[in-house]
């Protein structure tokens, strides 16, 4: 079993910057790419950002490119949402998510959701105009 815990939520103003966190325990986190979502209130839950297991590959969505940045540190079990000139639109709640099978190591960035077999509780993320 994979565990996941997001950090770093919070309420900013419009243009601000946040990180968040997603400490993962169990399995074995450095072969699993992993995947930030984003859930506005409403709406489905929509990829944000992927990253293969040594962090040498990234994806992102369209909304996100240029101003969000996905990393991970592979020996503190830890994947990383750094989120600049945050607008409004997004708010909401952010998610992690492992694709932990076996052979994950060849998968490369996985942005789809459905592939994603392990999810953390969420963090909130509110930004005011």
């Known amino acids: 079993q994979v565990q996941l815990v997001e950090s770093g939520g919070g309420l900013v103003q419009s243009g601000d910057s946040l990180r968040l966190s997603c400490a993962a325990s169990?399995?074995?986190?450095?072969?699993?790419?992993m995947g930030w979502f984003h859930q506005a209130p409403g709406k489905a839950r929509e990829f944000v950002a992927a990253?293969?297991?040594?962090?040498?590959?990234?994806a992102y969505s369209d909304s996100v490119k240029g101003r969000f940045t996905i990393s991970r540190d592979n020996a503190k079990n830890t994947v990383y949402l750094q989120m600049n000139s945050l607008k409004p639109e997004d708010t909401g709640v952010y998610y992690c998510?492992?694709?932990?099978?076996?052979?994950?190591?060849?998968?490369?960035?996985?942005?789809?959701?459905?592939?994603?077999?392990?999810w953390g509780q969420g963090t909130q993320v509110t930004v005011s105009s």
């Open positions: 169990g399995g074995s986190f450095s072969q699993y790419p």
């Open positions: 990253i293969n297991w040594s962090g040498g590959s990234t």
């Open positions: 998510a492992a694709r932990a099978v076996q052979g994950a190591r060849t998968l490369g960035v996985v942005t789809s959701r459905a592939l994603y077999n392990y």
